[in-house]
C-alpha cells in the first residue's frame, strides 16, 4: 500500500502570503495525484488532478505540480477562504489520503 | 451542479449494522464515466476509503473492512447505499458520499458528510 505523508500538518499564514503545502508518496506514483480542499462545514472540493490539472472553477492562485513521489500544492496569495484544509489522494489497488495540512490565519 | 446527500441515523449501537444512503441530484448515478463511493474519516484520524461501486451492480471494497461491508445501488431512485455490520466505537466517524470519476481517478464531488456515533 502506498502511504501519502503531508507537511506541514498545520501552516500558520496570513491573507496574501504564500501558502506551500506538500505531498510525499512512499513509491513512485507517476502523476497520479489528486488533491482537495475542505472547509469547514463544507464538502470537500476536487481541486486538481493528474497532479496538476486543474478542476472546474478552481482559481487560478491554485497551482499543483511534482511527479513521481513529492508533489506540492501551491496558492499564490491566500484569500480568506482559502483557510481550509488540504488532503492528498492517490489511487493505487484502492484510493488512499494524506493525513491533510490545516492552513489557518496566523 | 451535482449534489450528494449523505442519510442515516447519528446513533448507533455497538455490534449492529451502520445503514447510510447517498441521494444524488444534478445528474445521473447510471452514467458509465463515474463510480460512487463512501469514504469515511474517524475523529482525529485521516480519510479511509471504504468502498466503489458501479451504476450495474460492480464494487470494490477496502480489504480491511471487506467482510462488514455491503453495497447497492438503486438507480431509480439515484441513490447508493452503505451498510457497515458489526460495528463499534472504532467505526465511529463522519461518513461521506462522493463520485468517483474513472478518468481523473480521484472524488470529484461530494456530499458534506455525516457524523455516525457508535455507542450504546
Known amino acids: 500500500e502506498i502511504v501519502l505523508t503531508q507537511s506541514p500538518a498545520t501552516l500558520s499564514l496570513s491573507p496574501g502570503e504564500r501558502a506551500t503545502l506538500s505531498c510525499r508518496a512512499s513509491q513512485t506514483i507517476s502523476s497520479y495525484l489528486a488533491w482537495y480542499q475542505r472547509r469547514p462545514g463544507q464538502a470537500p472540493r476536487l481541486l486538481f488532478y493528474g497532479a496538476s490539472t486543474r478542476a472546474t472553477g478552481v482559481p487560478a492562485r491554485f497551482s499543483g505540480s511534482g511527479s513521481g513521489t513529492d508533489f506540492t500544492l501551491t496558492i499564490s496569495s491566500l484569500e480568506p477562504e482559502d483557510f481550509a484544509i488540504y488532503f492528498c489522494q492517490h489511487r493505487s489497488n484502492w484510493p488512499t489520503f494524506g493525513q491533510g495540512t490545516k492552513v489557518e490565519i496566523k | 451542479q451535482l449534489h450528494l446527500q449523505e442519510s442515516g441515523p447519528g446513533l448507533v449501537k455497538p455490534s449492529e449494522t451502520l445503514s447510510l444512503t447517498c441521494t444524488v441530484s444534478?445528474?445521473?448515478?447510471?452514467?458509465?464515466?463515474?463510480?460512487w463511493g463512501w469514504i469515511r474519516q474517524p475523529p482525529g484520524k485521516g480519510l479511509e476509503w471504504l468502498a466503489n461501486m458501479y451504476y450495474s451492480g460492480s464494487t470494490y471494497y477496502n480489504p480491511s473492512l471487506k467482510s462488514r461491508v455491503t453495497t447497492s445501488v438503486d438507480t431509480s431512485k439515484n441513490q447508493f447505499s452503505l451498510k457497515l455490520s458489526s460495528v463499534t466505537a472504532a467505526d465511529t466517524a463522519v461518513y461521506y458520499c462522493?463520485?468517483?470519476?474513472?478518468?481523473?481517478?480521484?472524488?470529484?464531488?461530494w456530499g458534506q458528510g455525516t457524523l455516525v456515533t457508535v455507542s450504546s
Open positions: 444534478g445528474g445521473s448515478i447510471s452514467s458509465s464515466d463515474y463510480y
Open positions: 462522493a463520485r468517483w470519476h474513472r478518468i481523473a481517478d480521484s472524488f470529484d464531488y
